[in-house]
């Protein structure tokens, strides 16, 4: 099973990012799919799931899927610095291989 996220980079505080997590089809129909997010010296935190968000991003970040592309998103909007880490996809809880995320770094 393979969890592939995408999409980071590095963006000024205000910025947006859209980050992009491909699923193979088996665990994306069947389990419930979340973000998570480790900041530097931090614990693996989930930010995002279908029903719920981190009150540090509600109103700032987006969830949503694609079933036809086994592909879950995150869009994240008026980034700030603490907001960077290394982003994760996952079920919920997690099950599989968190995979090398990809790292959103917010910065001027």
């Known amino acids: 099973v393979q969890l592939q996220a995408s999409g980071g980079g590095l963006v000024q505080p205000g910025g947006s990012l859209r980050l992009s997590c491909a699923a193979s089809g088996s665990i994306f129909s069947i389990n419930t799919m979340g973000w998570y997010r480790q900041a530097p010296g931090k614990q693996r935190e989930l930010v995002a799931s279908?029903?719920k968000y981190a009150d540090s991003v509600k109103g700032r970040f987006t969830i949503s899927r694609d079933n036809a592309k086994n592909t879950l998103y995150l869009q994240m909007n008026s980034l700030k610095p603490e907001d960077t880490a290394v982003y994760y996809c996952?079920?919920?809880?997690?099950?599989?291989?968190w995979g090398q995320g990809t790292l959103v770094t917010v910065s001027s």
């Open positions: 996952n079920t919920i809880p997690d099950r599989y291989s």
């Open positions: 279908i029903t």
